[in-house]
């Protein structure tokens, strides 16, 4: 109840009166993200770490979650994509159905969208199949820790489910549907079990980081 009560008080007010899922609120977070120059910089921080992670060589790049952000500033040529119709974005897609020929993208770029997937085994079959040889997906997102775990059961909106047993989940909507245990759930606790369905998919590399500044910049959801 108090958790609920703190979030309302904090809750930014462009968006406080809409629900999560509504189109406004992600056209409305491209703006919340511009007025806020410390959450700005963060977000600068992010796709600079994804621009500097791509592979060299041919193929596009796709980014999934494209409508609040402005990730092809950093990376020229960039696909950027969403579930639904958003201003500025090139194509409506969805990660577990991609319209792409088979090895015809270099890298997958996304910040804060694997979490919302209901079916992630669905996304990464899909990935091996688009991503050509040396292919990368890069993502930003949330992770568990002692310190994530009270943040998330208190401060913030949506499911956050480590012990849930399957990777799926039933999704109320693009954005309110998530548990944000769920890369770690993938890439820690059943990293064997991802390393035996897709082989062709190596773990390079994870990095937890930015335990503290997110939760002061209030995010795009909160105020500072």
């Given at each position: 109840?108090?958790?609920?009560?703190?979030?309302?008080?904090?809750?930014?007010?462009?968006?406080?009166?809409?629900?999560?899922?509504?189109?406004?609120?992600?056209?409305?977070?491209?703006?919340?993200?511009a007025?806020?120059?410390?959450?700005?910089?963060?977000?600068?921080?992010?796709?600079?770490?994804?621009?500097?992670?791509?592979?060299?060589?041919?193929?596009?790049?796709?980014?999934?979650?494209?409508?609040?952000?402005?990730?092809?500033?950093?990376?020229?040529?960039?696909?950027?994509?969403?579930?639904?119709?958003?201003?500025?974005?090139?194509?409506?897609?969805?990660?577990?159905?991609?319209?792409?020929?088979?090895?015809?993208?270099?890298?997958?770029?996304?910040?804060?969208?694997?979490?919302?997937?209901?079916?992630v085994?669905?996304?990464?079959?899909?990935?091996?199949?688009?991503?050509?040889?040396?292919?990368?997906?890069?993502?930003?997102?949330?992770?568990?820790?002692?310190?994530?775990?009270?943040?998330?059961?208190?401060?913030?909106?949506?499911?956050?489910?480590?012990?849930?047993?399957?990777?799926?989940?039933?999704?109320?909507?693009?954005?309110?549907?998530?548990?944000?245990?769920?890369?770690?759930?993938?890439f820690?606790?059943?990293?064997?079990?991802?390393?035996?369905?897709?082989?062709?998919?190596?773990?390079?590399g994870?990095?937890?980081?930015?335990?503290?500044?997110?939760?002061?910049?209030?995010?795009?959801?909160?105020?500072?």
């Amino acid at each position: 109840m108090a958790n609920a009560l703190l979030r309302r008080l904090l809750a930014h007010p462009l968006t406080a009166s809409l629900g999560v899922d509504d189109l406004a609120t992600t056209e409305l977070r491209k703006q919340i993200i511009a007025s806020k120059p410390f959450l700005k910089a963060i977000y600068n921080e992010w796709y600079g770490m994804l621009a500097g992670g791509l592979p060299e060589g041919e193929g596009e790049v796709l980014e999934l979650g494209s409508g609040a952000g402005y990730c092809e500033t950093f990376i020229p040529g960039l696909i950027t994509s969403e579930v639904f119709p958003c201003a500025q974005v090139k194509l409506v897609a969805d990660a577990q159905c991609m319209p792409f020929a088979d090895g015809s993208l270099r890298a997958i770029v996304m910040t804060d969208v694997m979490h919302h997937m209901p079916d992630v085994d669905r996304f990464f079959a899909e990935a091996s199949r688009c991503l050509r040889k040396g292919g990368k997906i890069l993502m930003i997102e949330p992770w568990v820790s002692s310190w994530s775990r009270l943040v998330y059961t208190r401060l913030h909106h949506e499911p956050f489910l480590p012990e849930a047993e399957e990777w799926a989940f039933a999704s109320t909507g693009p954005l309110s549907g998530a548990n944000s245990a769920l890369p770690w759930i993938v890439f820690v606790r059943d990293r064997r079990k991802f390393e035996s369905r897709f082989p062709e998919l190596e773990i390079g590399g994870i990095r937890p980081f930015l335990p503290f500044r997110y939760l002061l910049s209030g995010g795009v959801g909160m105020r500072s």
